[in-house]
């Protein structure tokens, strides 16, 4: 690892370069909706040959970018979705919340954006509700603190949920509506067509 440049910083070793890489890339795409090489390793006080020994190319740099973002939107989700359950929300609002609150960030985070750019918005929808994104949102669910069987969802229910939501979302990625809805106005919206239909599988134990 390099130790010159870094602001006079050096990190302590490739794990915290490689972050601290990532975060510069995040703060670029933040201020001008693009990030280059050459603007990371010029925030950092470092040269281009030294970005290219952790990422080897742009494209490479970008999509790294992207995962860390989401890895951070998970760790985000799971915590403001505790802060509603904490608050008195039952799971219906969690669901909601779920939703609003990831196409939110998928809107508004741009190294989350580039997940939805031409070209890639294709691939990232059919994604959504691939085994493995219903997998991780079952593992999401799990987090959220909610005794999801003790209120009627069995595992197949579960998974069957986790699959609304993420078709959902799909739905509201692909047409956000015009007008695009606000934050509060998705919220409401979700509220009275999805909260209400979890509400009555749980109570009635529809099949």
């Known amino acids: 690892m390099r130790t010159h440049g870094w602001g006079g910083a050096p990190p302590a070793d490739d794990d915290e370069a490689r972050d601290r890489i990532l975060t510069a890339t995040r703060t670029c795409l933040a201020a001008t909706g693009t990030a280059r090489t050459s603007d990371v390793a010029g925030a950092l006080g470092i040269t281009r040959q030294t970005v290219y020994r952790y990422f080897p190319t742009t494209e490479d740099l970008l999509n790294a970018a992207a995962m860390a973002a989401v890895v951070e939107l998970q760790h985000d989700l799971t915590a403001d979705v505790r802060r509603h359950l904490a608050a008195g929300a039952d799971a219906a609002d969690a669901v909601v919340e779920v939703v609003a609150f ?8 741009p190294a989350l954006s580039r997940l939805l750019a031409p070209g890639r918005i294709a691939g990232t929808l ?13 593992s999401l669910l799990a987090g959220f603190g909610v005794d999801w069987a003790a209120q009627g969802w069995d595992p197949d229910r579960q998974r069957e949920l986790v699959e609304h939501l993420l078709r959902t979302l799909q739905s509201l990625v692909l047409d956000p509506g015009d007008p695009e809805r606000s934050g509060a106005e998705l919220r409401g919206y979700l509220q009275r067509w999805v909260a209400p239909a979890l509400r009555t599988v749980q109570q009635t134990g529809l099949p």
């Open 102 to 109: 990831v196409y939110e960030h998928l809107r508004d985070d």
């Open 126 to 138: 059919a994604g959504l509700t691939a085994p493995s994104s219903i997998q991780l949102g079952r």
